[in-house]
């Protein structure tokens, strides 16, 4: 018998013995998709300002209104190619000290004029 022979034999002698399982016993069953992202706390309507900062693991900066009925502002900077950072903006619209909407704003791109 040759030697690459030797190893086909020897791999299929151990597959028929050592059974594969599909899942360990003991884990949680498959987790669905939303419950695999990064994100683990995503932006709800009715969040407070800091409940929204700790979600988006950026600091929120004021842009506009009067208290309680705050514009805020959230610039994460993340990913990028390596020479670029990129930095995208998110505008956090809160009344009477709760979120009611959002906007992202990712400006001009620059590269393609």
Known sequence: MKIPEFIVALASA??????AHGQPTGMTPDLPFTA???NTTPLAF??????????L???????????GHEIYLAIRTFGGSGFFDR??????????????????DWGRNWMWQ
Request: no cysteine; proline share 6%.
């Open 46 to 55: 009715g969040m407070a300002a800091d409940d929204a900062a700790h979600a």
């Open 36 to 38: 695999t992202l990064s």
């Open 87 to 104: 930095r995208d903006r998110l505008y956090l619209q809160f009344r009477k000290g709760r979120l009611t909407g959002w906007k992202g």
């Open 57 to 67: 693991g950026a600091p929120l900066t004021y842009i506009s209104g009067r208290p």
């Open 14 to 19: 151990l597959a028929v013995i050592a059974p």
